[in-house]
């Protein structure tokens, strides 16, 4: 049975979903550690022409349906609610600075632990700026019996395509890092919430990439119980939309690198996905490194069964059947960068998921004790793989968002994304389980 303690978590979890959903504004997150004045770096190396503006310009994909009548009481007016569509749009999501401050003001705000002016972030115009056909695609069947593509419906779609590259495109001749930064939010995530915290990461990243955030139809209202199934299988619904979204993310001419940061629940669509990728470039004999550009895939408070996140990572290395066209059996190069998970044995959040799933551990939650002498040895051998232990002090209700309302966290997370800095090296404080590799 479980404990009163986590029965008392579920129904806190509960309360906070009807809560977030009243939220129109959200203040800016503590500045992270290694920005603190005296003696922090500074956040902006940007050219002067480029510190105009204190808002912030999004890309946006989703595969969210409209809000529905009933949504917008509960949460306000959004563009998208909780419901699946059938397609996948993006666009542009403005994320207002406010009250009014000028780049300036904002700057020296962004360097203080004890700010001295109200900074917050508000969800401004949010613009539809081209959708793909509805799902499944049209076909057509030959004379012979053979089924082909729909070539009206292949138009629409290459039309669609070209206007997210361009959109891409235009927004890379305006940043100094040709990549993408993408966040893939969790559970009881509405729209504009998801726009917040990609948000607040591009502004303290240096606002140097394309920022951007799949945002899919995960629930944020009603009962908790009910409302995390329907997040759970809304997550798989996502795969193939996210899935869709990094290729032509990554593909677009101009791209040189994609940083992923995926949250709670969006931990294992974004795993799901990207593990698909890797298996689609495997089978068509080429690197997946070189393909999709993924330097950085970050999972943060990861919201999955530790054994199906250990298959998931390291299930096409037990298949040397599938990649068995190198040489050798060589194994292909997934990432440029570094897969990191963040997880705390603190996160109240995951051990209601625990019990819900009836999980051994969550891949969220792990303690360096948790990880076996044997696991150790495997990951210094794989290499690229991080495993941080976040062991402070809660800093949010449930423990669950500390990439960015811990200071320390959120400035280890921008020591790996800006600086490529692995774990050990000076800036990056936090516990790493197991070797540095």
């Known amino acids: 049975m479980p404990s009163r303690f986590a029965l008392a978590a579920v129904a806190l979890v509960a309360a906070a979903s009807l809560a977030v959903c009243a939220t129109s504004a959200r203040q800016l997150m503590p500045t ?9 770096q500074p956040v902006f190396a ?34 998208y609610g909780q419901g699946r569509a059938r397609r996948i749009a993006f666009g542009s999501a403005q994320v207002r600075v406010v009250p009014g401050l000028d780049w300036e003001t ?23 700026l081209g959708f793909f056909p509805e799902e499944p695609y049209l076909l057509q069947k030959g004379d012979n019996g053979m089924l082909f593509r729909d070539r009206a419906e292949l138009a629409r779609h290459a039309e669609a395509k070209g206007r997210l590259e361009e959109e ?41 990439q394309v ?53 709670s629940r ?50 096409f290395l037990s298949d040397p059947d599938l990649a068995t066209i190198w040489p050798e059996g060589r194994l292909p190069r997934v990432l440029k960068g570094r897969l990191t998970i963040y997880a705390s044995p603190e996160d109240r959040a995951l051990l209601v998921s625990r019990i819900l799933f009836r999980s051994r551990n969550r891949l ?8 076996s002498e044997k696991a150790q040895r495997y990951f210094a051998t ?23 309302t811990n200071p320390e966290v959120s400035s280890d997370l921008i020591e790996l994304v800006r600086y490529g800095k692995r774990p050990g090296e000076p800036g990056r404080r936090l516990i790493q389980t197991g070797p540095v590799t």
Not at 59 to 76: C, K, M, N, Y
Not at 106 to 128: C, H, I
Not at 188 to 202: H, P, R, S, W
């Open 32 to 40: 992270p550690t290694l920005y603190q004045l005296p003696g922090g």
């Open 46 to 79: 940007l050219p002067k022409e480029a510190r105009h503006n204190p808002d912030l310009d999004l890309l946006f994909i989703t595969d969210r349906g409209p809000q529905s009548v009933a949504e917008a009481e509960l949460s306000g007016p959004l563009p």
């Open 106 to 128: 904002l700057r020296e705000q962004s360097q203080l632990a004890k700010r001295t002016r109200d900074v917050d972030l508000e969800l401004g115009q949010v613009r539809e």
């Open 168 to 208: 891409v495109q235009r927004r890379l001749a305006a940043t100094p890092r040709k990549e993408v930064l993408l966040y893939v939010h969790g559970f009881n995530e509405t729209f504009a919430g998801a726009a917040y915290t990609t948000a607040e990461l591009c502004h303290f990243l240096g606002r140097e």
């Open 211 to 263: 920022c951007a955030f799949f945002t899919w139809p995960a629930s944020s209202t009603g009962n908790f119980l009910t409302s995390y199934t329907t997040t759970t299988e809304s997550a798989d619904y996502a795969v193939e939309h996210l899935k869709k979204s990094i290729r032509m993310l990554a593909m677009t001419p101009g791209v040189e690198g994609v940083q992923i940061l995926a949250h």
């Open 266 to 315: 969006g931990t294992a669509l974004a795993l799901k996905s990207v593990r698909e990728l890797v298996l689609e470039a495997v089978a068509s004999g080429r690197d997946p490194v070189e393909v999709y550009k993924i330097d950085n895939l970050v999972l943060l408070s990861p919201d999955i069964d530790v054994d199906v996140a250990g298959q998931q990572i390291t299930g």
């Open 364 to 371: 969220g939650q792990l303690r360096p004790e948790d990880i």
């Open 382 to 404: 794989l290499g690229r793989l991080d495993l941080i232990s976040n062991q402070g002090k809660r800093t949010d209700i449930f423990g669950h968002s500390y990439f960015t």
